[in-house]
């Protein structure tokens, strides 16, 4: 009898989707294990990091994400530098609001499901197939989030399929939700989405629409305490991602320093108080 190859049987028994092999061999791993034992509802989320603002909106060609920086932990800051938007692939991006331990879970294991899908598949996942196992994943955790953990992604990419940028937003139970010209999440984007209606127009050229997303971000720092707004002394810009149809791109700090700046120094001229 030839033996049998234990990597030849692992692969033969795995499917297109790395969550789904994870939940029938190692249910443990998956980020919604975990558990809190009896605690009262939304008593965890006080304990644990909450990340807050993402933007997303598009623009003649792609689609543009971006997250500040500041995480709390109550009335707390509990970080200056997280980061809260990561590549997902290629061709598309994933930007986080809620527990951001949780969340960063969720990430790493969407980001080996879409580069385990292609390995097994031989091709690219979709987009829409993309937005909807990132749905999965978030129904996966409802019970952790009517514990008070909950976790709130928004994902962006570029459709090659129609040829343009397209964006979803999620809610707790795992409901899909395709936004169009611009969309925001977490405890700031009530203020953030008051000036991407100002701000946004059909037609925005790349430049133009990461500097709506620098400048959306700074007004909900403004009001919002949660929200960390450009940081001058420290060196801290937001985290900006474009993507078109030649990829996914990180926009370099020195560009974000510079619109920052710019900003600042445009409204202390403005001398408004308001």
């Not at 091709?123 to 976790?151: C, E, F, H, I, Y």
Request: aromatic share 6%; no cysteine.
């Amino acid at each position: 009898m030839v033996p049998t190859d234990p990597a030849h049987t692992v692969a033969a028994e795995a499917g297109a989707s790395f969550s789904e092999h994870l939940s029938r061999h190692h249910p443990e791993l998956l980020p919604s294990a975990r558990r809190l034992g009896t605690a009262p509802a939304g008593s965890a989320s006080a304990a644990a990091p909450q990340a807050t603002t993402i933007v997303s909106l598009t623009y003649a060609g792609g689609v543009l994400m971006a997250g500040d920086r500041r995480a709390t932990m109550g009335n707390m800051i509990a970080s200056r530098h997280i980061r809260k938007v990561f590549p997902a692939d290629s061709y598309s991006v994933l930007g986080i609001a809620g527990t951001a331990g949780l969340a960063l879970d969720m990430i790493r294991l969407f980001q080996v499901e879409l580069e385990h899908y292609e390995k097994i598949e031989g091709t690219p996942m979709s987009l829409d197939g993309k937005s909807n196992r990132l749905a999965a994943m978030v129904r996966q955790n409802l019970p952790l989030a009517l514990q008070g953990l909950a976790v709130i992604p928004l994902f962006a990419g570029f459709d090659t399929e129609r040829h343009t940028g397209r964006m979803f937003s999620y809610d707790v139970t795992g409901g899909r939700y395709e936004e169009y010209e611009h969309h925001s999440v977490g405890s700031g984007s009530v203020f953030a989405r008051g000036a991407l209606k100002k701000l946004w127009r059909p037609g925005l050229d790349q430049d133009e629409a990461v500097r709506i997303a620098v400048e959306s971000l700074y007004d909900a720092a403004d009001d919002d305490s949660a929200t960390g707004g450009p940081d001058l002394v420290r060196q801290l810009w937001p985290v900006v991602y474009v993507v078109n149809s030649a990829g996914m791109r990180e926009i370099p700090e020195r560009e974000l320093q510079q619109l920052a700046e710019d900003l600042v120094a445009r409204r202390s001229i403005a001398g408004r108080e308001a």
